[in-house]
């Protein structure tokens, strides 16, 4: 499944009267690396993000986020190559670690986050039982995880899964498992990374005043040069949304992949 997460604009989340995160996009050049001024302060960020590319046209990249400090952050996006070039946008949420309960308008919506460092790396033919995240509280119902690899110990090209502890499963109420994630390549070796993931409730609402959804997609695959799925909205936005993140859990096809938006 891949989940996409989308708001009608760029502002903040807020927790009562106090702002817990914000999310914006960034177009980046190439592969070269930008940095994101934060309006707050954090004690412990967590930033992931999530590219747009058309597949059916454009080379191949993932985001990967470095250099976090109280108020920003590092972002690129590269291909397995590291020859990327051209413009990527990306969208990204950057957020106070912890467990949540928003405000949406109704009983509230649950989000955990939180970075992971993981020395466990998955590959084509090769998906290891990952490093075990527990969610605490539990979710009342399997949640959807954005997740980005979040530090730089190698620059070599890699990506993140998550998934139950097996190969095709998706995160559970209470836990999941996270790894590294070499996609199409048959052998890999990759020191470990940080992982930072967001699990949400499954749920839409409206907080500081900004309409969101965060949602599972049908378990489907799209491969390489493919148009992808469209993903409906139960209810639609008045807009079109100001953000869109999107990330894969499980992997179902076992040859590798990651989620795009485009």
């Given at each position: 499944?891949?989940?996409?997460?989308?708001?009608?604009?760029?502002?903040?989340?807020?927790?009562?009267?106090?702002?817990?995160?914000?999310?914006?996009?960034?177009?980046?050049?190439?592969?070269?690396?930008?940095?994101?001024?934060?309006?707050?302060?954090?004690?412990?960020?967590?930033?992931?993000?999530?590219?747009?590319?058309?597949?059916?046209?454009?080379?191949?990249?993932?985001?990967?986020?470095?250099?976090?400090?109280?108020?920003?952050?590092?972002?690129?996006?590269?291909?397995?190559?590291?020859?990327?070039?051209?413009?990527?946008?990306?969208?990204?949420?950057?957020?106070?670690?912890?467990?949540?309960?928003?405000?949406?308008?109704?009983?509230?919506?649950?989000?955990?986050?939180?970075?992971?460092?993981?020395?466990?790396?998955?590959?084509?033919?090769?998906?290891?039982?990952?490093?075990?995240?527990?969610?605490?509280?539990?979710?009342?119902?399997?949640?959807?995880?954005?997740?980005?690899?979040?530090?730089?110990?190698?620059?070599?090209?890699?990506?993140?899964?998550?998934?139950?502890?097996?190969?095709?499963?998706?995160?559970?109420?209470?836990?999941?498992?996270?790894?590294?994630?070499?996609?199409f390549d048959t052998t890999c070796v990759h020191p470990a990374e940080d992982i930072d993931y967001i699990a949400f409730d499954i749920s839409e609402g409206t907080n500081n005043n900004v309409a969101f959804k965060a949602l599972r997609s049908p378990d489907v695959v799209a491969?390489?040069?493919?148009?992808?799925?469209?993903?409906?909205?139960?209810?639609?936005?008045?807009?079109?949304?100001?953000?869109?993140?999107?990330?894969?859990?499980?992997?179902?096809?076992?040859?590798?992949?990651?989620?795009?938006?485009?």
């Open positions: 499944d891949a989940l996409p997460i989308s708001a009608s604009s760029i502002s903040s989340v807020t927790l009562g009267a106090n702002n817990i995160g914000e999310y914006g996009t960034v177009l980046l050049t190439d592969n070269s690396t930008s940095t994101i001024n934060l309006t707050g302060n954090y004690t412990n960020l967590v930033v992931v993000a999530s590219v747009r590319y058309a597949p059916t046209a454009d080379v191949q990249r993932v985001p990967r986020i470095t250099a976090k400090t109280s108020n920003s952050f590092d972002i690129k996006a590269d291909n397995y190559a590291g020859s990327l070039t051209g413009s990527t946008k990306v969208d990204w949420i950057a957020m106070e670690a912890g467990s949540y309960t928003i405000s949406d308008g109704g009983t509230g919506t649950k989000i955990i986050a939180g970075t992971q460092n993981t020395s466990i790396v998955g590959y084509n033919g090769t998906w290891p039982t990952g490093t075990l995240v527990n969610f605490s509280p539990a979710f009342d119902s399997a949640p959807a995880v954005l997740h980005t690899v979040a530090s730089n110990n190698d620059t070599g090209w890699v990506a993140s899964m998550v998934n139950d502890g097996t190969q095709a499963g998706e995160p559970t109420v209470s836990s999941m498992r996270i790894l590294l994630n070499c996609s491969c390489c040069n493919t148009g992808g799925y469209a993903v409906s909205y139960a209810t639609a936005f008045s807009t079109a949304p100001g953000v869109t993140l999107t990330a894969q859990m499980g992997e179902d096809g076992g040859d590798g992949g990651y989620a795009l938006t485009h």
